[in-house]
């Protein structure tokens, strides 16, 4: 019967008629009880694996998240989809969070996402002691780890969450880009009880990697563009400057592009966004701050006008090229002056203020290790594919 209820949501709510690789083992082993970790690239289908379970259980699963535009992302189109989702953040007020558990607690949703600071209030833990949870699902799991790119204090505090629950859910982790240092961090940190770990590969074959040099790069860009008319496309840029110098530079120049950061306003954000989404038009420049829970399968190209900061960033916008399984390139235009503009960046990086003396040293002694590994992908003269699946641990074909 599970198998019929499980294909059956699949095609109701998702509309698709099979599973991609790895995904119906995760779903079955959080069916069957158990304890999840998996590290799934961008574009394999992630959500899908807990939100899946989520209405088959009998329960309400909360699932933690960092961003608020990815949580309002993924509620959206849940609920355009039939499932009945909310979330809870620090957009919502006071009475609008009360109404949200209030109608929880009722049955009335199956998803609840909510943030990592938001867990231990009073009012949501109230909520939490006293409805069935099914399920706690951690998403970008790797926040919660020291070693990973994009650690949040505020996660570490999701297992004193769950000891303070009066029966423990399954909980699942998920992420798309972990070192095996992380995955360890994150077992830990969460105490998952004997789970399921899958690393469902890094390699993602229809991608093809590059990174040129050379002086002028606007007009490199503005060339590939002329080449790629037809194609959606994202453009990252690592200051909110670069971006609207390349956004006007390339409208001035007659092409259908968008601009995506966070000096712009909230309503001008999302209604760039859905241009793109909605082929509006063609071309995003954006910083990194775009891109979480797009989901878009006919991204043609990324292109990266600056070195990331790390290869676990690189490796995520990237990816968001071509996942709908078809040919896409991902092209870095590196200059050395790239990696004097990432030092600077990270050393004033807002972060680092929640941190005491001595764990601020390591954890910049980290970035400032991710950032030389950054700078060898851009100047190696080996296989590129070779060097990224290697730096997540994976042994790659010689080619």
Sequence with gaps: MMKQNKLEALKTYFGYDAFRPAQEQIIDQILSGRDVLAVMPTGAGKSLCYQLPALLMPGITVVVSPLISLMMDQVKALN??????????????ENQIGKALELAAAGRYKIIYVAPERLETPRFLDFACHTELSMITVDEAHCISQWGQDFRPSYTRILSFIRQLPVRPVVSAFTATATERVREDILLSLELE?????????????????????????????????????????????????????????????????????GMSAEARKRSQEDFIYDRIRVMIATN????????????????????????????????????????????????????????????KESYRDYEAEELRVIQAQDMERLRKMEAYCTTVKCLRGYILEYFGERAPEK
């Design 80 to 93: 355009e989809a039939g499932v009945h989702a909310a979330y809870i953040n620090s957009s919502l007020t």
């Design 289 to 348: 701050a775009f891109g979480m829970g797009i989901d878009k399968s006919n991204v043609r190209y990324v292109i990266h006008y600056n070195m990331p900061q790390s290869m676990e960033n690189y490796y995520q916008e990237a990816g968001r090229a071509g996942r709908d399984g078809e040919p896409a390139e991902c092209i870095l235009y590196y200059s050395p002056q790239d990696t004097v503009i990432n030092r600077m960046l990270l050393e004033s």
């Design 194 to 262: 004997d789970p399921y770990e899958t690393v469902t590969g890094f390699d993602r074959e229809n991608l093809y990697f590059e990174v040129r040099r050379g002086r002028n790069k606007k007009e490199q860009i503005r060339k590939y563009l002329e080449e790629h008319r037809e194609d959606s496309g994202i453009i990252y840029c690592a200051t909110r400057k670069g971006v609207d110098e390349l956004y006007l530079g390339l409208e001035n120049a007659g092409f259908a592009v968008g601009r995506y950061h966070a």
